[in-house]
């Protein structure tokens, strides 16, 4: 329609009509001297689809005086704006209130605004880590009174240090205000790395100017209303290249009340190459796709989705849907004119599902028998009998052995430990154990037991620091390394947040094997050597409580485990079930719902925030059971659909509008290779038999392996095996090493057709060509060869002289396809 | 250079290459059946005799010869009656190490030659108890065994390695760990043939010192067949990789391994007896004249000597009692943890004053050599000088805040000090020594509470032309650690003295090895005090290489 829109203002085509106007917001209370609303215009044409019309409609008002579509409160009372476009109109309601009370002014709000809005604050400029040109601010306005410190006294900050470097220089000047350099280097009267930031006729400058003038006081702060949220309207834009839609931004304040912020705010794009925006909040659709449009406002951050779409799908057809998660993507699908894929054929699921489940491929006669059912209901009945394989709990316990880094070396340096600890996600995963009792358990994991042993890297407790920020990543998907040093420069996390997440970590201690936590009230031999039990700040060498990242340091027992609190308020916390999940949809999805899954931020949103939400809701509400998510998820249509996509979402990689082929991960498409060809693999304790101490057990799959930097392997390493030495980020990145491998590597090669192998049999038992080619194809895509490639091959081997050379060579193209070697 | 010259004088007295026994196979027989058993080693295969340490062990040589690069010795083994018994082999080079050898009543049967990797090659259990003899004889090979179970049927499953593991007492650089797995053959969707694991046990713990033999027992469910899996950890394997396994009916209990014979008083599992004033003066070459040790309950006041038993059965329990000392007074601490002892339990005992504060505690605290990081460790005995009259509390907790259960039994021992020698160790389990040869043997023991006796080692029973003289040796200076905190209070002053075994030129060959005594007294006040240890040491002299 807005392609329609963009042709009709050409004059190419004959206008469309609207059939609904709205304007919004439809009701506002304006309170206060000199408060104003923005309005948005907003037109519903014939197909449903929507349209930004604001800049295009008459605006009329009562009781307001307009500039545009901002109305500004004259009198207390009611008053109305009325928006009129293509013969429709619409109006909203105004309540004024108070309209001649003078507001309080307030540093935080009245000065950190200016501040973030003119990118004062900004993490490339002052608002970097030690500040800019001897001025440090707090990035985006966080910490208003370290921010009020700097300007109104002066001085250079040091990262390791609270104390003032060097001569203090405040920023304003009280005796001659005009003359202060918090106004002189924004409009460039002195020299000023930033450029210009500030026209002297603004409104801006009147209000720093006037605050110096008045003493420069900190202003309002106890009984003041503070900022609460933002809220963008309209919660995703969506728009056609070369359109355009003004963003609403609406401040709502701890008492209650609402203020229109949009000119309050510094709005930026997260990728200029789908949609720019302007300084006033108009974004600008420049290529199809999706992205992200930050606000910041002073102590804030939001952003809002925006989509820049396609033409609009004649007859949109209604998808059906299996689950909450269909309802969510396939709305999301509709509002971005993006047509899902087919649901996958049975082949193509079973191939799928087996992958994603258990990291097995289904063996012929499975799939023979899966493709010949009739049952409506198999695809349930057969992910109720692959949850509760044995091979599911190989699969998730290799699965979680990553994450939770089961390694000799990130283990204590001894392969018992970490085998222990290798058992003890077996145990969880094998019993199904609560997500959150597992994360509790190892949170607080204390003494001899297994879950105490990742907190003993190299044998030696690791720093309070690495080992928090380890858990908040893995439970939390949230990174707040960056605040370890300073406060982080992107995200509301300040450095005293940090080191109080950290001290849960700092009476961490070790006696012998023994994890224990040192009781802060007891000398315990510490005198003898002159040592403290305390976690100290960086930068302000102060004993550091623990305290939750949302609250203040608690009061804990001086003799309990202080992790023990940190697990209960982490496992409850709504992180922590939307982090899980995000996690597990990754797994399935190939991206995560946020991606990287463990990369929370306000800068990096969720594609679909709703659905994120209902799946952790319906994770904590089903007692965080991990094979009931895993089951939601892969009984949803949305799992389901076909790779095979179509024109409208051949671009498509955020919207899980068709599935995504997956690299396969290491040891699966190891374990796959051996399945397939029917040799197994061996797994030595060093690069040749003769200098290896040991050996696993003969079948052993690659998932399997309790301690996989124990085992060599060239293959792994080459398919990117992590070592586990952090938490692992796979890379499914093809490289050189792994074409020279498949050309000539023993895994690839050696296995062909040695005794014992599937193609050795077939060839003893005399099967024919084609049914060797359809045994392959069964058993490394789950699908029977189409019949043109069963032509195409028979006539490739029967004109090579050498059959079973033909066949070895048939079964090394199998392995070596992109078809076997993706989940697609 | 005079320690120099000793040294390689004594050096160029060695006899050639000793003889060393590695494994032997299989390391269990019946009592009054005859079996065959293979030792493998080092310079053996022109083993002679071997030289049983026990009586009633009879032992014959059947053959020897070598295999890829270790030699063996072939041996008929026979014993009257069950027990543990250990022997030696006798070579040209001399007398071997010794090997252990169990006997027991029951009835033994061996793997049956072949592969036993799975489960149309496991070993049948026909009916429990059941005794196997096995060897995990590759890297990576396991050994399976199917048996029959009814529906509530519980069992019990042993495996005892002949070769322990690294860390374990007599361990290897090659240890054998092994483990149990129990499996069902319930298939799975992909594998209706697949065996499913039902339990695992690669335990007791892996801590310094003990075993780890794997032991387990299961209840089935359902009645059917089963297979349990052995294993040697992470995929180990070779012909030193003996076995001794059991399948037992019901849930039996772990017999507990043989006590060790020497003095030890830095364990947590050693008895604090009531006669442990007389034992330890003794030790210091003192009559047994002390009073005995009163067992008090937490919560009381006591008087030293004492003895304070209790349990930590809930978590965060503390116990405390309280004692009165009137004048200055060196005590000790001691603790014992009878059932379960660190890293399981870790008893925490602190000594407050009146006002709380503490004075000392077992936890010795250090800063580690290379980054200063603090470290601690909880040790079973302190000593400390209490300079100061008045009342002292005694607390003890568990290490960790959370942890708790009946096992956490401790008895902590308060009393005086008795200043008497502790561990001795004499670091020769055998000698063989060539005509006009010599050769050192250190004696190392520790001065405990300040024992400042003199120490008398004397050695009897040496073969003809076989003297031991008093030596010295060179005993390199060590930096002292940078941040040794009160190493005092935790650990002993350890020295060391040296015996030079040496053989007259003249003196004529062994055919058998004569066991020689090697005997410790305390000498206090210039009398020598009860022997306090002793230990056998096989001499042999041989030709020259």
Known sequence: MRLCLFLTSLGLLAAPKPVKLQTVPATVTLTGAGASQQFLATATYPDGTQADVTADVKWTAKNATLQANRATAITDGPATVEAEFDGLRAKSQITVKNATAQRSFAFARDIGSILTKRTCNSSACHG????????????????????????????????LSAEIKGERVPRINPADPEKSLLLQKPLMQIAHGGGKKLEKDSDDYRTILNWVKSGAPYGAEGGIATLASLEIYPPMATLPVAGAQRLLVTAKFSDGHTEDYSNQVLFSSNNGEVATVTP?????????????????????????????????????????????????????????????????????????????????????????????????????????????????????????????????????????????????????????????????????????????????????????????????????????????????????????????????????????????????????????????????????????????????????????????????????????????????????????????????????????????AALAKDFQKNGYNLRHLMKTIVLSRTYQLSHQHHPTNKSDVTNYSHSWSRAIDAEVLLDAVVAVTGVPETFTTAVSDERAVGQAPANTRAINLKDPDMYFSRFLELYGRPNRGAIPERSSRPNLGQALHMLAGATYVDRLATPGSRLRKLLDTGATDEKIINEFYLAAYARSAEKEELTDLTQLISKRGDREAALREFVWAIISSREFAENH | MRTLLLVCTFAAGLSGADPRAISMHPFTGQRGLAFTATVRGNNIKDAKAAFPEQPGLRISILNTGTEGKSQFVKLNIEAPTPGRYSFRLVTDSGVSNSLPLQIIDQPILPEPAGTHETPATAIPVTATPAIFTGMIAQKG?????????????????????????????????????????????????????????????????????????????????????????????????????????????????????????????????????????????????KPRTQKSVETYRMGSKFALPATLEGTIAQPGESHRATFQVDGPQDIAIEVETPDLAPPLFNPVVRLLDAKGDEVVTNFFAGRGACTGALNKGLTPKTIFPLRNPGTYTVEVRELTADLAETGFKYRVQIRPQVPHLGKIAIEEDHINLAPGGAKTVRVTFDREEDYRGAVAVSVENLPEGVSVLAAADYEPDKDPPPFPGKRERYVPRTERTVLAFSVADNAALSTLPKVARVIVRPVVDGKPGATIASKEIPIMVVAKP
Request: proline share 8%.
């Open chain 1, 128 to 159: 970097g880590v030690k500040g800019r040109g001897g001025l440090k601010l707090s990035a985006n306005a966080l910490f208003p009174k370290d921010d009020y410190e700097w300007i109104t006294k002066g001085g250079a900050y040091q990262v």
């Open chain 1, 280 to 612: 006033d909040g108009i974004v600008k659709g420049k290529g199809l796709g999706e992205t992200a449009i930050l606000i910041r406002a002073a102590g804030f951050l939001a952003s809002a989705p925006v989509g820049v779409i396609g033409p609009a799908i004649p007859n949109y057809p209604a998808v059906p849907r299996a689950n909450f998660i269909d309802d969510a993507v396939f709305s999301k699908l509709r509002k971005v004119n993006i047509l899902p894929s087919d649901i996958a054929s049975d082949a193509e699921f079973l191939r799928r599902v087996c992958l994603d489940l258990t990291g097995t491929l289904p063996p012929p006669e499975r799939v023979r028998e899966f493709l010949a059912l009739r049952d409506p209901k198999k695809r349930e009945k057969l992910v109720d009998a692959l949850i509760a394989s044995p091979e599911f709990t190989d699969y998730w316990t290799f699965r979680f052995s990553d994450i939770f880094r089961v390694a000799i070396f990130a283990n204590g340096l001894t392969p018992k430990f970490s085998q222990k600890y290798w058992e003890w996600i077996r145990d969880n995963i094998a019993t199904n154990r609560p997500y959150d009792e597992v994360a509790r358990e190892r949170l607080s994991a204390e003494g001899y037991g297994a879950a105490s042993r990742h907190f003993i890297p190299y044998n030696q407790i690791g720093p309070p620091a690495d080992v928090m920020a380890e858990e908040v990543r893995v439970f939390f998907g949230r990174r707040l390394d960056c605040a370890q040093c300073h406060n982080h420069p992107y995200e509301n996390w300040s450095q005293d947040q940090f080191w109080g997440m950290a001290a849960f970590f700092g009476r961490l201690f070790k006696a012998g094997p023994v994890v224990f936590d040192h009781p802060s009230n007891m000398d315990w031999g510490s005198k003898d050597v002159d040592g403290k039990i305390e976690v100290l700040h960086p930068r302000t060498k102060a004993n550091v409580k623990p305290a939750l990242l949302d609250a203040s340091p608690l009061a804990l027992k001086e003799d309990a485990n202080p992790r023990k609190e940190l697990a209960r308020w982490m496992t409850a916390h709504p992180y922590f079930a939307e982090a899980s999940v995000n996690r597990i949809w990754g797994y399935f999805f190939g991206r995560g719902i946020v991606d990287p899954v463990d990369d929370f931020r306000s800068t990096n949103p969720a594609t679909h925030p709703d659905l994120l």
């Open chain 2, 141 to 285: 090979e396991t050994d399976f065994y199917a048996f029959d179970a009814k529906a509530g049927e519980t069992m019990t499953f042993q495996v005892l390695s002949g070769l322990p593991s690294i860390g374990a007492p007599g361990g290897n650089a090659n240890g054998f760990d092994p483990s149990i797995s129990i499996y069902e053959p319930a298939g799975s969707w992909f594998d209706p043939a697949r065996l499913n694991r039902l339990a695992f046990n690669d335990e007791p713990l892996w801590v310094l010192g003990r075993g780890t033999d794997a032991f387990l027992h299961h209840t089935f469910k359902k009645a059917g067949r089963y297979y349990v899996r052995l294993d040697a950890f992470s995929g180990q394997g070779g012909p030193d990789y003996s076995y001794y396994f059991r399948i037992l009916p019901g849930a039996q209990t772990l017999e507990p391994p043989p006590g060790k014979a020497d003095w030890d008083e830095r364990t947590y599992t050693r008895a604090l007896s009531a006669d442990r004033l007389n034992d330890l003066a003794q030790r210091g070459g």
